[in-house]
T-cell receptor, first 117, second 112 residues
């Protein structure tokens, strides 16, 4: 199957700083990438949909100014958590797909664990 | 919005036993995905079902989608400790292009 990587795999930062997480599709071109967050013992919640070359579409309740998403190329999307606070601590997972239809498989990265002190 | 309900929420079985996890949707499923997740890791794609009545198998895991396309089951035969993890069903709705909605997950523990 297709491979998606994330970097870093974990990060610890101080409150008020910004953190950038990268999501890369390694062996295919991803026209669409999705960003999810997951709290302990909970399921994944979609944050935003990122299409290459256009602005991301955010889910209701997700602050676009806080979670900046950039999808500058067909293999890279970045999520920047700005002015991070302890409540932003979570597991962030991206997925990538190159949809020919709405049901094309999404391949997930290994996730990034963010801890904000 | 599409809602998925998984049952059971957690499952503990002895190695070698069979088990079934269910995923029920409030709306017609246009695509139903099964993923496996180890705690603190990403999701591993298992199978995707689209057609009513469809059934797919990979090694000891079989997934089915009912004829009405509102319920799916994941069956593991002769479970092994390597099957332990969190199983998530995800669905694509008809109007949300490519967006996946996930069930709450089923935590599977397999005792050797």
């Amino acid at each position: 199957g297709a491979v998606v990587s994330q970097h870093p795999s974990w990060v610890i930062c101080k409150s008020g700083t910004s953190v950038k997480i990268e999501c890369r599709s390694l062996d295919f071109q991803a026209t669409t990438m999705f960003w999810y967050r997951q709290f302990p013992k909970q399921s994944l919640m979609l944050m935003a949909t990122s299409n290459e070359g256009s602005k991301a579409t955010y889910e209701q309740g997700v602050e676009k100014d806080k979670f900046l998403i950039n999808h500058a190329s067909l293999t890279l999307s970045t999520l920047t958590v700005t002015s991070a606070h302890p409540e932003d601590s979570s597991f962030y997972i991206c997925s990538a797909t190159s949809p020919r239809s709405s049901t094309d498989t999404q391949y997930f990265g290994p996730g990034t664990r963010l801890t904000v002190l | 919005s599409q809602e998925l309900e998984q049952s059971p929420q957690s499952l503990i079985v002895q190695e070698g036993k069979n088990l079934t996890i269910n995923c029920t949707s409030s709306k017609t499923l246009y695509g139903l995905y099964w993923y496996k997740q180890k705690y603190g890791e990403g999701l591993i794609f298992l199978m995707m079902l689209q057609k009513g009545g469809e059934e797919k198998s990979h090694e000891k895991i079989t997934a089915k989608l009912d004829e009405k396309k509102q319920q799916s089951s994941l069956h593991i035969t002769a479970s092994q400790p390597s099957h332990a993890g969190i199983y998530l069903c995800g669905a694509v709705g008809g109007t949300s292009y490519g967006k996946l909605t996930f069930g709450q997950g089923t935590i599977l523990t397999v005792h050797p």
